[in-house]
T-cell receptor, first 114, second 110 residues
Framework: KAGVTQTPRYLIKTRGQQVTLSCSPI?????VSWYQQTPGQGLQFLFE???????NKGNFPGRFSGRQFSNSRSEMNVSTLELGDSALYLC?????????????FGAGSRLTVL | AQRVTQPEKLLSVFKGAPVELKCNYS??????LFWYVQYSRQRLQLLLR??SRESIKGFTADLNKGETSFHLKKPFAQEEDSAMYYC????????????FGQGTILTVHP
């Protein structure tokens, strides 16, 4: 079974630009969560989607948004990038069988904002 | 709000020695507790969770509600246990929302 796939793995943007990150969950998994990981703040929850609906949201500004498609693939978007948005963005999927919070993580998308 | 505290950023032990990674949580209800691990150049992965009450790779963790702790223990550390360990909690209808501690880097010396 293929794992959680995130693209792109690395990207560099400049302040003010926007970025879209993609996540393909494990086949059959319908829940996708997103996390931001930084050295200072650690792992912080962004949002979670299930069957194209956002069920949970973390404490991030409205510049951070996401969506999920009918095939469970998810995207997150960050608009008007700031230097502080430089981070590793992790996607995780959950199949429900082992519990709603048993997450399988992807390798991450490392965003650098210059 | 939930909070997870891992007081040690770094922990070093010698091979064969016991190891304990500390984790304290704050949550008014009944949380679900986890330990996730990230080995060098690998993805973050689930090590164990309190509901399962199982031993994974020789590690165990007991939920102590009185002390609000979920410490991770292993009686005899191995070099391959060297990794970053994260304690995490989830409560109620959290739907994939885990609150992570800052992590502890465990180094097991030969």
């Amino acid at each position: 079974k293929a794992g959680v796939t995130q693209t792109p793995r690395y990207l560099i943007k400049t302040r003010g630009q926007q970025v879209t990150l993609s996540c393909s969950p494990i086949s059959g998994h319908r829940s996708v969560s997103w996390y931001q990981q930084t050295p200072g703040q650690g792992l912080q929850f962004l949002f979670e989607y299930f069957s194209e609906t956002q069920r949970n949201k973390g404490n991030f500004p409205g510049r951070f948004s996401g969506r999920q498609f009918s095939n469970s693939r998810s995207e997150m978007n960050v608009s008007t990038l700031e230097l502080g948005d430089s981070a590793l963005y992790l996607c995780a999927s959950n199949g429900g069988g082992g519990g709603a919070n048993v997450l399988t993580f992807g390798a991450g998308s490392r965003l650098t904002v210059l | 709000a939930q909070r997870v505290t891992q007081p040690e950023k770094l922990l070093s032990v010698f091979k064969g020695a016991p190891v304990e990674l500390k984790c304290n949580y704050s949550y008014s209800g009944s949380p679900e507790l986890f330990w996730y691990v990230q080995y060098s150049r690998q993805r973050l992965q689930l090590l164990l969770r309190h509901i399962s009450r199982e031993s994974i790779k020789g590690f165990t963790a007991d939920l102590n509600k009185g002390e609000t702790s979920f410490h991770l223990k292993k009686p005899f550390a191995q070099e391959e246990d060297s990794a970053m360990y994260y304690c995490a909690s989830a409560g109620g209808t959290s739907y994939g929302k885990l609150t992570f501690g800052q992590g502890t880097i465990l180094t097991v010396h030969p």
